[in-house]
């Protein structure tokens, strides 16, 4: 099982990033794809998870109205949109499934002036 993560971006405030999750190695419509975020002030942070079967998500309550999980099937290929990026959106985020056993390499999204 491998998720490949697209790379570091650094964004001002008020912008959005995306940031691809690209799975292989298992069935990618079996399980959820849950995102983190890790920084040294705050620690690991649960941001949301996507059912790529449905598209469903689910959010963690300070995101919602910023942030979109996206699924395409065809590529085995999940999506992170997050907009309007605040300074303290600057974190590494990572994408994360089969119940957090196996992890991407995780994406640097730096947000300053």
Do not use: M
Request: hydrophobic share 30%; glycine share 8%.
């Amino acid at each position: 099982v491998q998720l490949v993560q697209s790379g570091a971006e650094v964004k001002h405030p008020g912008t959005s990033v995306k940031v691809s999750c690209k799975t292989s190695g298992y069935t990618f419509i079996s399980d959820f794809i849950d995102w983190v975020r890790q920084d040294p002030a705050q620690g690991l942070e649960w941001v949301g998870r996507i059912d790529p079967e449905d598209g469903e998500t689910t959010l963690a309550q300070n995101f919602q109205g910023r942030l979109t999980f996206t699924a395409d099937t065809s590529t085995s290929t999940v999506y992170l949109d997050l907009e309007n990026l605040r300074s303290e959106d600057s974190a590494v985020y990572y994408c994360t499934t089969l119940e957090f056993t196996y992890w991407g390499q995780g994406t640097q999204v730096t947000v300053a002036s």
